[in-house]
């Protein structure tokens, strides 16, 4: 079955203490991207990736690191999480875009979001 | 700079009847793509429907069409035959930046839609 994977679904954890929610798809997409949802904001995309070792900064990156070491796996890296990294985070990937080919090789596709809760 | 506006937080509309959630955009690249996508209660992203920037027609995807219009900037989605199961936040989303080389997607910030029965 294609899909996106993150884990974990959920995590509660104290400010300062390392963590990464891991992120992986099945359908050798090349476009990988990270987002936070929040109450009022929608979604804001942090980082995202065109393929291996290329990574760029969304909107929000402040706080978070990503890698992208193998094209199916896209972790998010929180290095010392604060209260005001609270969310629902969404790790989501498309094939990319490519002159001339279909249009859906850019709909992204959505892992079932990972709640994180920092004290 | 680039950006999707939803100017409704919430909505209401009879079962049966059709719907029209508002969006507009402002972007100054010539090439980019506009999606819809639902997320109900259970919380995952379900992608609904897609339109081209250099697409003449508007994309309809079953009981999902979306209204382009390229002057105004705006791409509502129109939902006929509404059904309790539509009842959802609504997030509207732009891909653009594919001429430099590299893109990134906006979304706006929901329209919550409730259909009742």
């Known amino acids: 079955e294609a899909q996106v994977t993150q884990n974990p679904r959920y995590l509660i954890t104290v400010t300062g203490k390392k963590l990464t929610v891991t992120c992986s798809q099945n359908m050798n997409h090349e476009y990988m991207s990270w987002y936070r949802q929040d109450p009022g904001l929608g979604l804001r995309q942090i980082y995202y990736?065109?393929?291996?070792?290329?990574?760029d900064k969304g909107d929000v990156p402040e706080g978070y690191k990503v890698s992208r070491k193998e094209k199916r796996n896209f972790p998010l890296i929180l290095e010392s999480p604060s209260p005001n990294q609270t969310s629902l985070y969404f790790c989501?990937?498309?094939?990319?875009?490519?002159?001339?080919?279909?249009?859906?090789?850019?709909?992204?596709?959505f892992g079932p979001g990972t709640r994180l809760l920092v004290l | 700079a680039q950006k999707i506006t939803q100017t409704q937080p919430g909505m209401f509309v009879q079962e049966k009847e059709a719907v029209t959630l508002d969006c507009t955009y402002d972007t100054s690249d010539p090439s980019y793509g506009l999606f819809w996508y639902k997320q109900p209660s259970s919380g995952e992203m379900i992608f609904l429907i897609y339109?081209?920037?250099?697409?003449?027609q508007n994309a309809t995807e079953g009981r999902y069409s979306l209204n382009f219009q390229k002057a105004r900037k705006s791409a509502n989605l129109v939902i006929s035959a509404s059904q309790l199961g539509d009842s959802a936040m609504y997030f509207c989303?732009?891909?653009?930046?594919?001429?430099?080389?590299?893109?990134?997607?906006?979304f706006g910030t929901g329209t919550r839609l409730k259909v009742l029965a």
């Open positions: 989303a732009m891909r653009e930046g594919r001429g430099s080389g590299t893109y990134k997607y906006i």
């Open positions: 989501a990937s498309s094939k990319g875009l490519l002159q001339g080919a279909p249009k859906y090789q850019e709909t992204q596709y």
């Open positions: 339109q081209g920037s250099y697409d003449q």
């Open positions: 990736s065109m393929n291996v070792e290329v990574t």
